[in-house]
């Protein structure tokens, strides 16, 4: 397991993107971060800028609009960057799927490295995604992105 | 003054214009004027009844088109709430942003989802979809079809 | 011979490595103390180690408009400021004839800098969050230096020296009134020269996404967090020396045992306020600071002169 993975899964910046979301899964990921949870065991914190992320969480069924942010955002994390996309909406668009404001969900034009599902998944649920993607970086299942969108990288 | 001087206020005020009155409970009352006498009845909930537009909200029905605008009188701790029909084909009323502002932004999102030209309105853009979507295209009417 | 011993000091101890190793476990104590404030673990040991060799490994952003080369020096002149201070400060504790006339004063010059490194990042970023944290920096800073110096003036009016190896000899300025309000002074100011709630405010993380911070990512992060838990650390060191004086500087174990005991009682007083406390807004911080703060400042200063 090289540096990188070893220093990266160790600590994890963790940062709330949430588009156009109904707000479930985003108060059930701010219930994640109260000390009842305390994710700093694990070494994880919530940032507030987008160049401090290491750790997406996505949340929300990201609409037209939405979606032309959540591709500039992207690109301005700086690389390596893991995305994990919280609820059935990033996943699929549940009940907006084919709406007249969504068009495709993040998975098309972003590598996700875990969906937790649920509507809203509990706290636990989203702990547990993580713990798993940082488990499979540690074995080399699974590498984070090291490349923007803009630049033509798209799946690694 | 209380809730019934204030009603009877505003029926004096409207008298023949005043196409239906029903008052659901006692403190939920609705009106249905025409769409001409949308900007005087506005005029006259403002600023004179000095109630605050709560919202305003449109429905595509399968007969019309409409607009209901709900204003709440605080003091009095009840709603009136003001109905009036379009046509479904050419769905246009007098925008009522020059009498309250709050208005503006709602008018913006049921021009952009319904259709309904208002006019005189300042500044009618989109405000929810995308900038470039299709002209001419309103979701929220029952006959959008996608693509 | 003795230049490369200097240099080898400044470098490794008491200097950069030195202080970069313990600020970074004062951090790792100063969220473990949060943590059981909050109920709850928080980070193991290594943590704010594996924090900075993290940050090592992720990309710099620049951003595009800006003026690349004041962005990427900010964060070296706050480090290199906190590792001389440190190595000065040390040097004197360790061996006091090493100390100089004037070192205080070179010592308040260069715990300044770090401020000022963060100052000239945030306006280098051209970003309104980021400016918005600078600025308020900028008063804020105007508003705690004040206090801060002339609490620093009773040891010396005491001493009547400002070199530190004189402090380190004279008996401890905290036996007198006046001794006693200028730490009082100096803890509140040490507060806010921290950025620790209340007055936190130029990197407000959930009103400004990081404030000052706000665009620096990869290794320049890294350097402004290290240059942060290095202040953690030699803050309450400086103000151990200044205002205990001898009790510290006689070498004995006692002395330390004193000196340690003072250093982490001043930590640990920091980060309970920091978790007790809610942010203040910056004006009234800079009316706290000039206003109270100041006034017990002088009314210190001025006991200290007729002798209390």
């Known amino acids: ?156 | 003054m209380n809730r019934d001087d204030t009603i009877e206020r505003i029926r004096e005020a409207l008298g023949k214009r005043l196409l239906d009155f029903e008052r659901k409970t006692s403190s939920r009352i609705f009106l249905e004027v025409a769409p001409d006498t949308v900007p005087d009845v506005s005029r006259l909930m403002f600023e004179e009844i000095e109630a605050r537009l709560q919202t305003a909200s449109g429905v595509d029905t399968r007969d019309a088109i409409e607009i209901l605008y709900h204003w709440a009188l605080d003091r009095l701790d009840c709603v009136v709430t003001v109905r009036t029909r379009l046509d479904r084909h050419n769905p246009e009323i007098e925008s009522i942003t020059p009498v309250c502002v709050a208005a503006e932004w709602v008018e913006r999102e049921m021009w952009e989802l319904l259709g309904i030209r208002f006019r005189n309105h300042p500044d009618l853009r989109h405000l929810l979809l995308d900038d470039d979507w299709p002209a001419g295209k309103f979701p929220l009417r029952r006959d959008y079809e996608e693509g | 011979m003795s230049d490369v011993w200097t240099i080898t000091q400044f470098l490794v101890f008491p200097g950069l490595v030195f202080t970069a190793a313990a600020g970074l476990l004062t951090s790792w104590l100063d969220r473990k103390v949060t943590a059981w404030v909050q109920m709850r673990v928080g980070p193991p040991l290594a943590q704010p180690f594996y924090d900075i060799a993290k940050l090592m490994i992720k990309e710099t952003c620049v951003p595009a408009n800006g003026s690349i080369g004041l962005f990427l020096f900010a964060p070296l002149l706050g480090f290199a400021a906190m590792a001389l201070a440190s190595t000065i400060l040390w040097r004197a504790l360790i061996d006091p004839e090493t100390a100089f006339v004037g070192d205080l004063i070179v010592l308040l010059y260069l715990l300044a800098m770090p401020a000022l490194g963060v100052i000239l990042g945030s306006f280098a970023s051209r970003n309104p969050l980021a400016s918005l944290g600078g600025s308020r920096e900028v008063k804020l800073m105007i508003a705690y230096e004040l206090p801060l110096v002339l609490a620093v003036i009773v040891p010396v009016i005491q001493v009547g020296s400002i070199r530190l190896g004189d402090i380190l000899a004279a008996p401890a300025a905290v036996a007198s009134p006046s001794g006693v309000l200028a730490l009082l002074v100096a803890a509140t100011c040490m507060q806010a020269k921290l950025s620790s709630v209340p007055f936190d405010m130029p990197e407000a993380e959930t009103e400004l996404s990081g404030g000052a911070y706000i665009e620096y990512s990869g290794p320049p992060l890294a350097m402004f967090k290290l240059t942060r838990a290095m202040m953690l650390f030699t803050m309450p060191v400086f103000l151990v020396v200044v205002f205990l004086g001898g009790t510290v500087g006689s070498g004995t174990w006692e002395s330390a045992a004193a000196g340690v005991g003072t250093w982490l009682l001043l930590i640990v007083l920091m980060v309970v306020i920091r978790n007790t406390t809610p942010r203040v807004r910056i004006d009234q911080a800079v009316r706290f600071f000039w206003g109270p703060v100041t006034l017990v400042a002088l009314v210190a200063a001025g006991l200290a002169w007729i002798g209390w």
């Open chain 1, 1 to 156: 397991m090289s540096f990188a993975i070893q220093a990266l899964t160790r600590s994890l910046n963790v940062f709330h993107l949430a588009g156009s979301a109904c707000n479930n899964c985003d108060i059930e990921i701010l219930d994640a971060l109260t000390p009842k949870y305390d994710i700093e065991r694990f070494g994880m914190t919530l940032v507030g800028s987008i160049r401090h992320a290491d750790l997406i969480l996505l949340s929300g069924v990201f609409n037209k609009k939405a979606a032309e942010r959540l591709k500039i955002l992207y690109d301005q994390a700086p690389k390596p960057i893991l995305v994990i996309a919280v609820g059935g909406c990033p996943a699929t668009g549940i009940i907006f799927r084919g709406s007249y404001n969504c068009d495709a969900p993040p998975s098309d034009y972003l590598p996700i490295d875990a969906f937790v599902p649920g509507c809203p998944p509990k706290p636990e649920a989203i702990i547990s995604g993580v713990i798993k993607v940082i488990g499979r970086l540690r074995s080399g299942e699974a590498r984070p992105a090291y490349e923007n969108l803009a630049s033509g990288g798209h799946y690694r």
